[in-house]
């Protein structure tokens, strides 16, 4: 911790705020500046707990935390890519893997189709909402429990695996049974009781970053999980929330990289969201492909119009098979990098 | 709603426009513009699903509701303010409201020392927390159980009653036997599993808006709760995330007289969230007043300095002490122009 | 400054930045953390360019600047406030001054009839825009000169002093002869070519805050005017640019109360532009009484329905009288605040 | 336009709405919905003041403009793509152009070397600052005069076009004498003085996006330009601001293809001030190419270390080397995507 007094601190209050530095068990260094004191904390202790006291000091201008916050998930700890496994995929290696499907399972007709048109397709993931959280009480709420046995269907029929939404800690078991990959949205990434709970299931956890979460707060979302006793994680880029209304989110195409460099748990981007316009998922799935995403979540609807949910941002079959096309060049040089520079991409 | 056609838009595309809005339900009025066609949905339907299907559709270029999405929640439904009882204190009628305490209950003498002080400097409602949303996994996560028995004791003592946070929909029956308002945190607004519990709770809810939510979103969230049974509800603007970094959050102060002209329900100010800095606290508080909030939520602890969590913004007693000494001629004049403008104070 | 080196930095990088901090004149204090070694530079000298270059220097994790960046205008430089004097008002010290009139000069009859009514209201500073930044080059540029001229005839026939924008450097002179204070846009708050022009400009200036300039920002463009020969500025919130449309621009009120902690420059509210709704105007303008601003701008148009511009957000000169007459209790509490904590409100 | 009328809007403000619609010269369409009247407003009339006279007429909730505010640099004006042409370049057909140079031109060792530099890996056109925007007054402010003098000199020595900032306009005709392209920079967007001295100039104009500025302000900004008589405007993203502060600003990748849907002028990308960080600048440059921008222009110094301004996210001439050498098979998929889809990539 740095720590920096104001301009007029007064000695008693310097003293202070060394001797709270060393209750807390670190050891102090101080630096007599031109304007002001500025003191290091160095050691081991409660950092958080340190850093609260002391900003509450009197005299204190600021305190700052110099080592992260984050542990398990960092690329420090542990700087070989992590690979998270489920039935027929892998990301984090060699593989670029697509989850594709509808926003919500709506019936069986629609799901059949999506599933077998996306696997056609070559994506590797089926996704599709049994719980969706709708910000309007009026808004269709997802099949729930009859949606998460059509999934099971779907998979059955195709052997793709299965990403869905989990909303809450008391559904993590039920979730799971059918579920490959559990997802977190993006408007639950702090909700810290379904984390630790997800923390105690056996199945990967696909995290979305929040709307107006920094990327380090997406990482301490991760590090609940791990903290809990599961490290099988994958994050996603799924657009943030900014004045600019042209696109439904603005697409933070350079956190994949910034997270590459950080973490080492794989990075997905969803185009979809991120942008809320059909007409710019293909060109952002390239981007996405070329800035080294470990793979991507498309919305893909057999029918669009007819979606009850999302259907301005979903690609028709047609539409998801031609832009899979589109990116095999892409995919190539992908593959190129990755066999080179195995750690990171970025 | 008002759907916009794309400028080139076919005969065939406007026709499939149509016959789509009549299909749900929806009468059609379409008006040929100089560049483009617009048409007119009236009538009563599905609306969001509506939307989504036209949003999808080949040639269209928007389609926009007209009508707010939220029905129970709004001053159009019902213009009288709604006023919410709990034990000694009425919101949103001729009483401001000042709820205080710690941001989480540590220990019995902590809490105790504080339920004293606030109640002796005019504040009605104990805030403390037992189940605390933190950032990291490694720092102080709250008293949980123990906590709401400390609570329990603090209002048996004091007679204040309570308000407490609540994380996980699991958690609803326990918290309530206590809290005599259940609060849902910033980052469990859109957590509409939890919503939706508590529509059947029979406590109020206290219901901080999300930090990067709109004032919109805000009141669909309230309706969830409405429409699920439960309309005590009180609205809390608490900062909203911004560039700014000056401050932890930036109050959007004219948010609570945007809330007031679309909504009857309650509307209290957080200044110590908003601002992040005791300092700013008191001066925060009064604009909170002048602009005619209908309480305020202070963080107040017994020794800032030794606080587990929000040091930084807490008030000590004494300074909270002042406070409520500075805002009594602002509490003069906020109860006069209740006792005039009846409806709305905006 | 405070150097952190990456975990993994070697013996060699850390010489090599110690030698670098040396080179531009300070003394080096090097911290041996448990993680990493953090380096402390103390001294005089060129704090941006050894930041710049620190900051690419290989091994560094971040460099970060302990003392603030502006001088001239910080309250540590001169602690009390400033007073702005124009032609029959003082800003900054204990009067409540308020600027109004229309968004643009229109015609005689217009300025006119603004003027008298704002003067009758009690404002004692006419606004009105000659010279207008609009958005899209087909909207109404303003009566530019002829504009200046108008408004020299309203001062002439009230006493109003006045106060209208300039947009270019090369207008400063011909502006100057007219305006009592030269207002900077929003727009234009980083337009380095015109703050440095004003720094050579004998009237004193009103700065508003860019739409997404932070507080620091802000004071830096001060610190421009300042350094460059002028210290009558006049800062001015105005709303920042968020998420939220519900209001046309976010007011961050906070802001005022944190300008009065760091700078002993005059503060004032503009609540017709931070709201961009008529309806919310008075509301917004208690509470910068409240909270201790300096004065407000507030824009009145005797036909608002009529206005070239920005008619939304104009006050009617009925509702401006109205306004005053609301604000007299609330101005009473400002002038006993002001008589006894004479330096900062906050 | 369309103006939809509070819920309880009376006969006569209907009435008025609609003769105020018919004064502005436009035909009215009026829609009797459920909840609301909304009214249509057809026909060619001065937009922005009617829609400006309607906000502020009473009983009216909201007016919107359908048709879009720019006209000549829309695509529905000019579908085919606009290329601008300087020395030795072409932006906007089917050349992807690479801009490169420093932050600030220093001294002609210095621009000459990395002019030489980035000639040889690649760029077409030298970038380097004469006149800087600097946050501070004590920051270096640019060669000005002199520094244009060595540009000329680095072009004649390389054949190099040359790209360089304006920030005033006074400053066109002698910035214009010397400089290929005339930036404006990102705090200069909505300098309108600049604009409509720019749309007098014969020089192609570079500009770049307000950091705070929406896709349809970026637009607005170039119609300006056009609107007075330039149409050579190349646009350039270079990051927003956010919440986010992992990187210098946010990457609004999206918005290069929201810009190639909505404009036929060239589009590039500065991957530089998008991150912040020389370790980022690679992977946001292959994503530039992979969405399918016109060009880069990216900060590149012969030694970052020693840079007087932006060190921390140049790269230096190897490394600039490096990545132009990367981005060879993605420019070949640039190119076949050019050569089939000649309109728009998106």
Same mark, same amino acid.
Request: charged share 25%; net charge neutral; aromatic share 4%.
């Given at each position: 911790?740095?720590?920096?007094?104001?301009?007029?601190?007064?000695?008693?209050?310097?003293?202070?705020?060394?001797?709270?530095?060393?209750?807390?068990?670190?050891?102090?260094?101080?630096?007599?500046?031109?304007?002001?004191?500025?003191?290091?904390?160095? *050691?081991?202790?409660? #950092?958080?707990?340190?850093?609260?006291?002391?900003? !509450? $000091?009197? +005299? %204190?201008?600021? /305190?700052?935390?110099?080592?992260?916050?984050?542990?398990?998930?960092?690329?420090?700890?542990?700087?070989?890519?992590?690979?998270?496994?489920?039935?027929?995929?892998?990301?984090?290696?060699?593989?670029?893997?697509?989850?594709? *499907?509808?926003?919500? #399972?709506?019936?069986?007709?629609?799901?059949?189709? !999506? $599933?077998? +048109? %996306?696997?056609? /397709?070559?994506?590797?993931?089926?996704?599709?909402?049994?719980?969706?959280?709708?910000?309007?009480?009026?808004?269709?709420?997802?099949?729930?429990?009859?949606?998460?046995?059509?999934?099971?269907?779907?998979?059955?029929?195709? *052997?793709?695996?299965? #990403?869905?939404?989990?909303?809450?800690?008391?559904?993590?078991?039920?979730?799971?049974?059918? /579920?490959?990959?559990?997802?977190?949205?993006?408007?639950?990434?702090?909700?810290?009781?379904?984390?630790?709970?997800?923390?105690?299931?056996?199945?990967?956890?696909?995290?979305?970053?929040?709307?107006?979460?920094?990327?380090?707060?997406?990482?301490?979302?991760?590090?609940?999980?791990?903290?809990?006793?599961?490290?099988?994680?994958?994050?996603?880029?799924?657009?943030?929330?900014?004045?600019?209304?042209?696109?439904?989110?603005?697409?933070?195409?350079?956190?994949?990289?910034?997270?590459?460099?950080?973490?080492?748990?794989?990075?997905?981007?969803?185009?979809?969201?991120?942008?809320?316009?059909?007409?710019?998922?293909?060109?952002?799935?390239?981007?996405?492909?070329?800035?080294?995403?470990?793979?991507?979540?498309?919305?893909?609807?057999?029918?669009?119009?007819?979606?009850?949910?999302?259907?301005?941002?979903?690609?028709?079959?047609?539409?998801?098979?031609?832009?899979?096309?589109?990116?095999?060049?892409?995919?190539?040089?992908?593959?190129?990098?990755?066999?080179?520079?195995?750690?990171?991409?970025?």
């Amino acid at each position: 911790m740095i720590i920096s007094m104001k301009k007029g601190a007064t000695k008693e209050q310097i003293e202070h705020v060394c001797r709270r530095i060393q209750e807390f068990g670190y050891k102090v260094h101080s630096i007599q500046g031109e304007e002001r004191v500025v003191i290091g904390a160095v *050691g081991v202790g409660d #950092v958080t707990a340190c850093l609260e006291s002391l900003e !509450a $000091a009197p +005299g %204190v201008e600021s /305190a700052v935390r110099i080592s992260s916050p984050y542990k398990f998930v960092s690329r420090e700890f542990k700087p070989e890519p992590t690979r998270v496994r489920v039935d027929g995929a892998e990301l984090g290696g060699g593989e670029f893997v697509v989850m594709a *499907g509808p926003c919500s #399972v709506e019936n069986e007709k629609q799901i059949m189709a !999506a $599933a077998e +048109g %996306v696997a056609r /397709a070559g994506a590797k993931i089926l996704r599709g909402g049994a719980f969706k959280p709708r910000t309007s009480p009026y808004d269709f709420q997802g099949l729930e429990l009859e949606g998460l046995k059509l999934l099971a269907k779907a998979r059955q029929a195709t *052997g793709l695996a299965v #990403v869905t939404e989990i909303m809450s800690d008391g559904d993590v078991n039920r979730v799971a049974e059918v /579920a490959d990959i559990l997802q977190v949205g993006a408007r639950n990434m702090q909700n810290f009781a379904l984390l630790k709970a997800l923390g105690k299931c056996p199945k990967p956890i696909l995290l979305k970053r929040g709307m107006s979460s920094t990327v380090k707060e997406l990482l301490m979302s991760a590090e609940y999980i791990t903290a809990h006793g599961n490290p099988n994680i994958i994050l996603c880029e799924r657009g943030i929330r900014t004045f600019e209304t042209a696109t439904r989110n603005t697409c933070d195409i350079a956190a994949v990289a910034v997270l590459h460099e950080l973490t080492h748990l794989p990075v997905i981007l969803d185009p979809s969201h991120a942008s809320g316009k059909r007409s710019l998922v293909p060109a952002l799935a390239r981007a996405g492909v070329a800035i080294g995403a470990d793979g991507l979540i498309v919305e893909v609807h057999p029918e669009p119009e007819k979606a009850l949910s999302d259907g301005a941002q979903s690609l028709s079959l047609a539409e998801f098979s031609r832009m899979m096309e589109e990116l095999k060049p892409y995919l190539g040089l992908w593959k190129a990098s990755r066999s080179v520079a195995a750690p990171a991409p970025a």
